[in-house]
């Protein structure tokens, strides 16, 4: 085969064959219309599932899995009982963390990053702490590795809260450094 001359229209039609990509894409947004007007606006209680997860013990409030009208983001209610902690992990979307009961606080490992023609990762040894307290909000950077810890003598309950966009974006990176103390698979 020759290669055709920048200046040839017909350049510009070479390919691979037919498909109907933009037509199957119609289609489908049709169908997803129609299947979020059945989904959950409201999510009761008694439809958030509990889960004895590697991070701890989760009560999911919103997850892509519950069928809800929410398409962005997945938030779950975890709890620590007196000096308990979670596991510690690290994933690249940023989380938010709104602190319902109890005291406590969160070590986070900083990252460190270069881009050459892969990633080069590096977490600090020594870990920053944040206490905190009912009501406050904490905010965990992406990819900082970050533990919770609830103190003595008080149980603990917080919400937190990702973005499902980075996964999308295909960066679904989490990585579980340290499992919950009881966890069992």
Not at 136 to 146: G, K, L, Q, R
Request: net charge negative; proline share 5%; aromatic share 14%.
């Amino acid at each position: 085969m020759t290669l055709k001359s920048i200046d040839d229209p017909e350049r510009a039609r070479l390919g691979a064959g037919e498909v109907d990509f933009y037509a199957e894409a119609l289609k489908a947004s049709e169908r997803f219309r129609s299947d979020y007007d059945g989904r959950m606006h409201v999510v009761p209680s008694e439809a958030m599932p509990y889960e004895n997860s590697p991070d701890g013990l989760i009560k999911h409030v919103i997850n892509e899995r519950m069928d809800t009208t929410e398409c962005c983001v997945d938030a779950y209610m975890q709890f620590l009982k007196p000096g308990q902690k979670s596991g510690k992990h690290r994933h690249l979307s940023e989380e938010i963390v709104f602190v319902l009961e109890g005291t406590g606080y969160d070590l986070h490992w900083d990252v460190k990053f270069e881009c050459f023609d892969t990633f080069e990762w590096e977490w600090e040894t020594e870990p920053k702490r944040y206490d905190w307290k009912p009501g406050d909000f904490v905010y965990i950077p992406p990819y900082c590795a970050h533990q919770h810890f609830a103190n003595p003598g008080n149980e603990a309950r917080f919400l937190c809260i990702n973005s499902r966009i980075v996964k999308a974006m295909g960066l679904d990176w989490w990585d579980q450094l340290e499992v919950a103390e009881g966890y069992k698979k």
